[in-house]
């Protein structure tokens, strides 16, 4: 699947204007590398591609806790470190 989503987004970025948004499951997709990783995944095809990194709320069936407001801040700053455009949201 995540083949299918790189191969979308490049294809895109040469077509059209692209934004990425993830949202960020604490225990799933939260750590500083994780992170990191997409953050120069995304620079290598344009480092001006906007990245929405969102907070997770608990939802029906999967109840998780919410994302802590801290944690998507510091992902933030670091892909900061690579992207010129990126948001923290839902916080």
């Known amino acids: 699947m995540m ?3 790189k191969n979308t987004i490049l294809a895109a970025s040469k077509l059209c204007h692209v934004e990425i948004t993830t949202l960020i499951i604490p225990n ?3 750590s500083t590398e994780e992170i990191t990783a997409i953050a120069k995944w995304i620079s290598g095809i344009d ?5 929405h990194i969102s907070r997770y709320f608990p939802n029906h069936e ?4 919410a994302t ?7 992902l933030a700053d670091i892909a ?3 992207l010129t455009y ?5 916080c």
Request: proline residues 3%; glycine residues 6%; charged residues 25%.
């Open 3 to 5: 083949i299918l989503l």
């Open 28 to 30: 799933e997709n939260d």
């Open 47 to 51: 480092r001006n591609i906007p990245w």
């Open 62 to 65: 999967y109840n998780v806790a």
């Open 68 to 74: 802590d407001v801290g944690k998507i801040h510091a």
């Open 80 to 82: 900061r470190e690579w």
């Open 86 to 90: 990126v948001y923290s949201g839902n």
